[in-house]
T-cell receptor
């Protein structure tokens, strides 16, 4: 079956540091890939997505590139802010398009 | 446009009781899915509905059920509650069945079973 593996947290960074959160997946076919963010006490917000190989999703300074050859979708940001502190989830959509499989989540803490 | 709306936001139930959670999708969205989030198991898929038909079901016992109404609103029900059912239940909606459709999540319903 499908699976998503992402680096365990917490990841603690200073403001303006570079962020990478690794995400790799196992799936049949060519699933769409997503990054969602969850702030404390809230639901999931879509951060970015990519629907085919070599696509780059970007939003709010975050980027991730769909790498089919390495089955990866790593999240990056050049300069994090305190307001980026949250839990980040990598996910894939199955071929039938009716189920998301999530990674375990990575908590990011950004200190001033 | 209003987002995905879930009610109630917080509730406390006793073991053995049953609970019904409600979800109103974004206007025009016809697909609704449900997920359970717990610290131990993470985010797990429960089921998806489209045009009042269940299209997919996750690996949960039969105590977990759902339905969708003609206006696309959805409810999920958990009967004979167990302590382990304590979780954040998230509803999500999307416009149609195209895999390119963005999936939007609600704020969730926090269920505590005591």
């Amino acid at each position: 079956g499908n699976s998503v593996t992402q680096m365990e947290g917490p990841v603690t960074l200073s403001e303006e540091a570079f962020l990478t959160i690794n995400c790799t997946y196992t799936a049949t076919g060519y699933p769409s890939l997503f990054w969602y963010v969850q702030y404390p006490g809230e639901g999931l917000q879509l951060l970015l997505k990519a629907t085919k190989a070599d696509d780059k999703g970007s939003n709010k300074g975050f980027e991730a590139t769909y790498r089919k050859e390495t089955t990866s979708f790593h999240l990056e940001k050049g300069s994090v802010q305190v307001s980026d502190s949250a839990v980040y989830f990598c996910a894939l959509l199955n071929n039938a398009g009716n189920m998301l499989t999530f990674g375990g989540g990575t908590r990011l803490m950004v200190k001033p | 446009k209003a987002g995905v709306t879930q009610t109630p936001r917080y509730l406390i139930k006793t073991r053995g009781q049953q609970v019904t959670l409600s979800c109103s999708p974004i206007s025009g969205h016809r697909s609704v899915s449900w997920y359970q989030q717990t610290p131990g198991q993470g985010l797990q898929f429960l089921f998806e509905y489209f045009s009042e038909t269940q299209r997919n079901k996750g690996n949960f016992p039969g105590r977990f059920s759902g339905r969708q109404f003609s206006n696309s609103r959805s409810e999920m029900n958990v009967s004979t509650l167990e302590l382990g059912d304590s979780a954040l239940y998230l509803c999500a909606s999307r416009e149609g069945l195209d895999s390119g459709n963005t999936i939007y999540f609600g704020e969730g319903s926090w269920l505590t079973v005591v």
